[in-house]
């Protein structure tokens, strides 16, 4: 391993303004779990002086005992004209009890006179009072130089000042922030290597997304000598998002050679991600470099043909080394060799030219020809493979359902009600939900029916829901595709359904989901039993 680089996560404070992000207090406390098993070194968990919310997560997390990580308090210097023991933000930083304390500060000037109309004498004094306060305390204290690299090419001696004046104070660290993510790569390069040269001391580097370059910042930043890259950690985060640590993470330790995390924390980057997407309640980018759903996924047939052979032909590192896996994509234009593996992993025994090949090829042809599409729905192809080959026995029948919506009179909106009846070996058993729209109140209804016999399915709901017409020239009489992404909270899978409608296309869709969920807990149990 090279040189240690500090990881310092502000997915709780950073991340939590981004768009549709509102973290819970147990969110909070449910993702600082996570990041310290991963071993992310500091953890930014929020301003307690900006909302009663972060008061009472820094109260409950108290008596929860981190292995690795270390809590951040994040706050700003105290306000001008007063004292740091009268500003009300800097009591609420002292109750958080934490010992680390992240400190912003103005280092662009333009800031300082037109926005928080200070002297830019005062600034400093600011700075430096908050900061020795602060360690008069027992903090130990990261300041934060808002708007450092807009404000080195206005005015580079003052934005030197503002770092300067912090280390005098006693700042632990010094972190030039990229706030408003315009920077080039080249520039942060240039610049974070000056100021190299004109502080003897340790160096972070926190950058936006604003223009598609964070972790290209955040990397070149490391090779000019900074030692510390904050981030969120699956790069959500205002405007833009932040600099993705799981990126990040992984292209300083697999391609630069930096020491990170520890080795084998490495292979938990991609279930981590997922965790935190899940408890963010949002969809993890598919398209997310190294833990994305499509990191290491190949559709064309001459591509998964190479990979079949050399995995490093169009694979830049080993899928399980950041803990995800490779996918191969079934369509019309994958290979005969990829679906094949497919089914041999149903049933080992089938070879490329036997005739069940052949007809699942066939059958796979005419369901896209249907509408149908498994590329991202191979749960669905994988339970068209277990039909086929006589692999397949159903865990239950449902018998009949019903659909009933309404406008309510109080004025608020449309209401639906699902009835379902489900039969599981001769026994039935009937339920009826409440959801928002019928599709919700039908997946609410099918689950609860089903959960007096499969316990497990309480774990299981829907993270993603896909709808598209598929010949918009037949109007409302027009085939629609469902697609639908399942979670057990572990694992992801997606189905898929085709009908005129969209009612019967997601029941498809909805009942292969918990289909598939309870074949492979049935596995998951044989093995364990042999």
Known sequence: MGRKIVIYDSTLRDGAQGEGISFSANDKIKIVKALDEIGVDYIEAGNPGSNPKDLEFFERVKGIKLEHSKLVAFGSTRRKSIKPEEDENIKSLLKAETDYVAIFGKSWDFHVTDIINATLEENLLMIEDTIKYLLEKGKKVFFDAEHFFDGYKANKEYALLSLKSAKKAGASSLVLCDTNGGCMPNEITEITK????????????????????????????????????????????????????????????????????????????????????????????????????????????????????????????????????????????????????????????????????????????????????????????????????GKYKPFFELENFKIIGEKPLTGEEFGSYAMVKVNVEGTSKMTAAEGDGPVNALDKALRQALEKFY?????????????????????????????????????????????????????????????????KDLEIKAKKYF
């Open 455 to 519: 316990p497990e399915l309480k774990a299981v709901h829907l993270i993603d829901y896909k709808v598209r017409v598929l010949d918009s020239k037949e109007a409302t009489a027009a085939k629609v595709r469902v697609l639908i992404t399942s979670t057990d909270g572990e694992n992801e899978w997606s189905t898929v359904g085709v009908s005129t409608d969209v009612i019967a296309a997601s029941l498809i869709a909805l009942v292969d989901a918990i289909e598939i969920k309870l074949i």
């Open 194 to 389: 000056q100021v190299m040269k004109e502080l003897d001391m340790t160096l972070g580097i926190h950058c936006h997304n604003d223009s598609g370059v964070a972790v290209a910042n955040s990397g070149n930043a490391v090779e000019a000598g900074a030692t510390e890259v904050q981030g969120t950690f699956i790069g959500f985060g205002e405007r833009c998002g932040n600099a993705n640590l799981t990126t990040i993470i992984a292209n300083l330790q697999l391609k630069l050679g930096y020491d990170c995390l520890e080795e084998k924390n490495i292979e938990q980057l991609t279930p981590t991600a997922r965790f935190v997407a899940e408890v963010a309640n949002i969809a993890l980018d598919d398209n997310a470099p190294y833990v994305g759903k499509n990191s290491f996924t190949h559709k064309g047939g001459m591509h998964i043909d190479g990979v079949n052979k050399n995995s490093s032909s169009f694979e830049h590192i080993n899928p399980s080394l950041v803990g995800n896996a490779r996918r191969f994509l079934m369509s019309e234009v994958s290979g005969r060799s990829s679906i094949l593996k497919k089914i041999q992993s149903v049933d080992p025994e089938i070879q490329k030219d036997s005739p069940e090949t052949a007809a699942i090829i066939k059958r796979l042809k005419e369901l896209e020809h249907e509408g149908y599409q498994f590329e991202g729905a191979e749960s669905t192809f994988e339970l068209i493979i277990r039909k086929h080959l």
